[in-house]
T-cell receptor
Framework: DSGVTQTPKHLITATGQRVTLRCSPR?????VYWYQQSLDQGLQFLIQ???????AKGNILERFSAQQFPDLHSELNLSSLELGDSALYFC?????????????FGQGTRLTVV | AQSVTQLDSHVSVSEGTPVLLRCNYS??????LFWYVQHPNKGLQLLLK??????LVKGINGFEAEFKKSETSFHLTKPSAHMSDAAEYFC????????????FGRGTSLIVHP
């Protein structure tokens, strides 16, 4: 158990809908990362938050947004969903802002858009 | 900027034989390097990490990796493969400052034959 909790584990929704994925980082970790894993794109970095503030953006679509709350949990919002958004979405957390410490990953949320 | 290339998308070995998973990296800074493993339908688990200490790094489950700056490589090895080692392996590069977002390789699928 990595200590990172993601909910829900599975999500099936229709095109055009909006969903929210939730992540609770390990206790004490201030940094949260979101990744999208698909067969054709591999693991793509989406966005990072550190102590409530957005710190880095990767290949995140404008239809997607995220935030980190004062209790450090994070939510990833996906809207106007398309079939191509079907993927495994991972959240990871780490203690600090630098790359010296490893990231711990949750089990992922498998999103299926039908 | 940083990037990582996993040279093989699939590696097939027999149980009891050595494992070699190859990774080359590119980084503008002194990199931190990691290997993660992902078993089917599971999250990612850290195998080992290099953060500018000893160049030969030992990890869990008998895996080790050697950082070679002159070759910009961080290959993962194990003397004797076990059936339970069958999984997807990811090489990850991050940096102590600047580009500290963990950047993943495309992954290498390790297949272990009885």
């Amino acid at each position: 158990d990595s200590g990172v909790t993601q909910t829900p584990k599975h999500l099936i929704t229709a095109t055009g809908q909006r969903v929210t994925l939730r992540c609770s980082p390990r206790s004490g970790d201030l940094s949260v990362y979101w990744y999208q894993q698909s067969l054709d794109q591999g693991l793509q970095f989406l966005i990072q938050y550190y102590n409530g503030e957005e710190r880095a953006k990767g290949n995140i679509l404008e239809r997607f947004s995220a935030q980190q709350f004062p209790d450090l949990h994070s939510e990833l919002n996906l809207s106007s969903l398309e079939l191509g958004d079907s993927a495994l979405y991972f959240c990871a957390s780490s203690v600090g802002l630098t790359g010296l410490t490893e990231a711990f990953f949750g089990q992922g949320t498998r999103l299926t858009v039908v | 900027a940083q990037s990582v290339t996993q040279l093989d998308s699939h590696v097939s070995v027999s149980e009891g034989t050595p494992v070699l998973l190859r990774c080359n990296y590119s980084s503008s800074y002194s990199p931190s390097l990691f290997w993660y493993v992902q078993h089917p339908n599971k999250g990612l688990q850290l195998l080992l990490k290099y953060t500018s200490a000893a160049t030969l790094v030992k990890g869990i489950n008998g895996f080790e990796a050697e950082f070679k700056k002159s070759e910009t490589s961080f290959h993962l090895t194990k003397p004797s493969a076990h059936m339970s080692d069958a999984a997807e392996y990811f090489c990850v590069v991050s940096g102590p400052r600047g580009s500290y977002i963990p950047t993943f390789g495309r992954g290498t699928s390790l297949i272990v034959h009885p």
